[in-house]
């Protein structure tokens, strides 16, 4: 909550002078905020933007309400993903087609994982970063087992160490480009080119905006339990082949795809982002 000012009216005057004069201010009137309340937590749970609630009440009583089963076609549900994904890829940077907006974390990091490691069969080593959310780490070990790979935990600070002289047994390299700890920022570009140098390629969780050298990327905020978006480079598309994914959903990544997604698309998630 924001402090007693009363005691300090000097403060008080001196911050209402720079809110008055921040360009930014009016944006905090795009959001749904208790009043009184600084909300800095942008990373968990952002706050709700003003323009969501009107939108999740179309979705539930207009699309799901009247046109029921017929707004998979009609209201284009289908390609929630894609729709929603492009939307997101214009704010980071990406190419239309290479941003798909999914299902939840879990599926989404399994998922990038199982297409990279597809691509660099024979490899048997996923290196990623003991200091990673736990999110991140318990699916890259459920995913080695499942696959019978060897996870290496290295800190970003060793990776290049470590694939110059294991780089060829590696497969994938997990890492984020933040440390969600201390706010830490690595050098993406540089660890990026250390593993293709190695033949590796690097799934990046989350990337907040364009990372050329990057293969994989995702998340995206669309409150509790949101879907969350997977971007593969068009370099990487035509071959990135999904392991969860339902009846409608092709195998294969590709811009342009009419139906890409984990499983059926979570269409309140989508239609809040």
């Not at 749904?32 to 909300?39: A, I, N, S």
């Not at 539930?60 to 890829?89: E, F, T, Y």
């Not at 570009?189 to 590796?200: D, Q």
Request: net charge positive; no cysteine; proline share 9%.
């Amino acid at each position: 909550m924001l402090p007693d000012t009363g005691r300090y009216p000097e403060l008080a005057e001196r911050a209402a002078a720079l809110d008055a004069a921040d360009p930014l201010a009016g944006l905090r009137d795009r959001f749904l905020l208790p009043t009184g309340l600084v909300y800095l937590d942008g990373n968990s749970l952002g706050a709700l933007p003003a323009a969501v609630p009107p939108a999740i009440e179309d979705v539930v009583r207009q699309q799901w309400g009247n046109s029921l089963i017929r707004s998979w076609n009609s209201h284009a549900w289908w390609q929630a993903p894609l729709r929603v994904g492009d939307a997101i890829g214009r704010l980071i940077g990406a190419a239309p087609g290479q941003t798909v907006a999914g299902d939840s974390t879990s599926i989404q990091i399994f998922n990038a994982l199982a297409a990279a490691a597809r691509l660099r069969r024979g490899r048997p080593v996923l290196a990623v970063d003991p200091g990673h959310f736990p999110t991140d780490r318990y699916i890259a070990a459920s995913f080695a087992r499942a696959h019978g790979l060897e996870v290496r935990e290295v800190t970003p600070a060793a990776l290049p160490a470590f694939l110059a002289g294991e780089g060829g047994r590696v497969a994938v390299a997990a890492y984020p480009p933040v440390d969600y700890r201390t706010g830490e920022l690595h050098d993406m570009a540089a660890l990026t080119a250390a593993a293709h140098a190695a033949g590796a390629l690097v799934l990046w969780e989350p990337v907040p905006r364009r990372r050329g050298a990057a293969d994989r990327a995702r998340r995206a905020a669309g409150g509790p339990r949101r879907g969350l978006r997977l971007q593969v480079p068009e370099r990487r598309a035509g071959r990135a082949r999904l392991s969860l994914r339902g009846p409608a959903a092709p195998g294969r990544l590709r811009p342009g795809a009419d139906r890409v997604d984990g499983a059926r698309p979570a269409v309140r998630s989508h239609g809040g982002v």
